[in-house]
């Protein structure tokens, strides 16, 4: 109590569900408040690329600073992670050190390309180096075309699984596809047996990785039995990759 916010997180795009908040709305409140406004877009941010997807990070022009991580859905390798301030200038000035013994401004030269006192780490990779090759491989063409085909194997991985009665999706989105493996799990679970079930989906990833086929996440979702999810960001992944690591996962569960 007696506290003042200063400050809204929005995200675009969480990490397990792959959600995405109303920044529109958002963006209303701080501005009615005065409140600075940041959009964590670094999972979901790669979507702004695509002209058919990047709706969904809709008003994300409002917010004061974005964070977005290159590295994850642009498949920029590790590690790529941006911080963009929209006021020009402000960052450098809360930030530099001005440490002129570093970074001496007094050179003779011109200065404009040191990066010293325009990083937010000190003695570190320029890891922006990576994204600027890419981009200029690819084009944003290149990365739109990238982005939209994740978004297609998204959606048929979710349609796949929505027809197989021993898969459950844990909700209804493609966005990102979350489900478990539902072949053993009795109809309704008694709650005193979903440590058992919880295991389902560790000893399944146990045996693909010790098989060295596929290597995927999962988490519990509250009091609910592990879930995977699935989050297509490498080019080099096709529809029959997908129908593989279906029958793979199908496989591996008949073998509990
Ligand atoms: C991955 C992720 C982060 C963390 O980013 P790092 O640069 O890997 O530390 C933060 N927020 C969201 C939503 C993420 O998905």
């Given at each position: 109590?007696?506290?003042?916010?200063f400050?809204?997180?929005?995200t675009?795009?969480?990490?397990?569900f792959g959600a995405?908040d109303p920044?529109?709305?958002i963006?209303?409140?701080c501005?009615?408040?005065?409140?600075?406004?940041?959009v964590?877009?670094?999972?979901?941010g790669g979507?702004?690329l695509?002209r058919?997807?990047?709706?969904?990070?809709?008003?994300?022009?409002?917010?004061?600073?974005?964070t977005?991580?290159?590295?994850?859905?642009?498949g920029?390798?590790?590690?790529?992670?941006a911080?963009?301030?929209r006021e020009?200038?402000l960052?450098?000035?809360?930030?530099?050190?001005?440490?002129?013994y570093l970074?001496q401004?007094?050179?003779l030269?011109?200065?404009d390309?040191?990066?010293?006192?325009k990083a937010?780490q000190?003695?570190?990779?320029a890891d922006?180096?990576?994204?600027?090759?890419?981009?200029k491989?690819?084009?944003t063409?290149?990365f739109e075309a990238?982005?939209?085909?994740?978004?297609e194997?998204?959606?048929y991985f979710?349609k796949?699984l929505?027809?197989k009665?021993?898969?459950?999706?844990?909700f209804d989105?493609?966005v990102?596809t979350?489900?478990?493996?539902?072949?053993?799990?009795?109809?309704?679970?008694?709650f005193n047996d979903?440590?058992i079930y919880t295991?389902i989906a560790?000893?399944?990833k146990?045996?693909m990785?010790e098989e060295?086929t596929?290597?995927i996440?999962?988490?519990?979702c509250?009091d609910?039995?592990?879930?995977?999810r699935?989050?297509?960001?490498?080019p080099?992944?096709?529809?029959k990759d997908?129908?593989?690591l279906?029958?793979?996962?199908?496989?591996?569960g008949?073998d509990?």
């Open positions: 109590m007696g506290q003042t916010p400050c809204v997180t929005a675009a795009g969480s990490t397990v995405f920044l529109h709305n963006a209303d409140i501005e009615t408040h005065k409140l600075w406004m940041h964590d877009a670094a999972w979901g979507l702004l695509s058919d997807h990047s709706y969904k990070l809709s008003g994300i022009k409002r917010a004061n600073s974005v977005w991580n290159p590295h994850k859905l642009m920029v390798p590790l590690q790529c992670s911080i963009l301030i020009k200038g960052l450098e000035a809360c930030n530099q050190i001005g440490a002129g970074f401004p007094d050179k030269y011109n200065v390309f040191d990066t010293g006192d937010i000190c003695g570190r990779h922006i180096f990576k994204l600027w090759l890419m981009w491989a690819k084009g063409y290149g990238q982005i939209n085909r994740y978004m194997l998204a959606k979710y796949v929505k027809k009665d021993n898969f459950k999706l844990v989105a493609e990102r979350v489900f478990y493996v539902e072949q053993y799990l009795p109809v309704k679970f008694p979903i440590f295991q560790p000893k399944i146990a045996q990785i060295g596929a290597m996440s999962y988490q519990p509250g609910k039995v592990n879930f995977f699935m989050v297509f960001s490498n080099a992944t096709r529809q997908v129908d593989y279906i029958d793979e996962i199908q496989r591996l008949k509990l």
